[in-house]
């Protein structure tokens, strides 16, 4: 008797099991829009202000994969859940910024966004800490963070300085 109600509570695990392993595999059909166009095109970033190479290395590295038209997918973005939180990511971080359409700002944004690209960054609160557990390779040495800091401040001014004249 009691042999039978444990093998019965035991089939009814096993088919919760599966129940869950079929909609984890049939949910990965669906898959939102990805992110792969031109990160760079004629109303990118450097249409705007000077990017010095150094700069555009830690911005690709950094920021471009929620900040730009162009996203690099490591194979774990493709699974769903996971492809869902990270295309909400990348659509509220193209929202408040995006360097591959920052030349169609209004000279005021270009300019608060500079402002706001070195805030962040100083404060650090760009990139995004859920971002870097699985982006090690995207944290922010200091170096870089200066790199960035200033960059952004000096080019900030020096729009600041060419809209007014
Ligand atoms: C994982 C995606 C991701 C990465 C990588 C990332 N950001 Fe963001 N960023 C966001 C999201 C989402 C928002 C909007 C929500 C928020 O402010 O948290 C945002 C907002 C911003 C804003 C506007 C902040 C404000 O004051 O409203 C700036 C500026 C910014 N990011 C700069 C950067 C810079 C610079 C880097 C690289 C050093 C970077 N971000 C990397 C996702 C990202």
Not at 42 to 55: A, E, F, G, L, Y
Not at 82 to 107: C, M, P, Q
Not at 125 to 135: D, F, K, R, T, V
Request: hydrophobic fraction near 40%; charge should be positive.
């Amino acid at each position: 008797m009691n042999i039978i109600i444990k093998s019965k509570q035991l089939m009814k695990k096993k088919r919760i099991l599966i129940g869950i392993l079929v909609f984890l595999i049939v949910i990965q059909a669906i898959q939102p829009t990805k992110n792969k166009g031109n990160a760079a095109g004629p109303k990118d970033i450097t249409s705007v202000v000077q990017v010095p190479d150094n700069v555009m290395a830690v911005l690709k590295k950094s920021c471009y994969d929620c900040h730009s038209n162009n996203t690099t997918y490591p194979w774990y973005d493709n699974i769903t859940p996971v492809n869902w939180w990270v295309a909400d990511h990348i659509k509220e971080g193209k929202r408040e910024l995006n360097f591959s359409t920052f030349g169609d700002y209004t000279a005021k944004r270009q300019n608060k966004k500079l402002d706001e690209v070195a805030e962040t960054v100083e404060k650090g609160q760009m990139p995004l800490n859920s971002y870097l557990i699985m982006h090690g390779d995207a944290k922010l040495t200091a170096q870089e963070k200066e790199l960035l800091i200033s960059w952004a401040k000096a080019s900030a001014v020096k729009l600041a300085d060419v809209q007014n004249h």
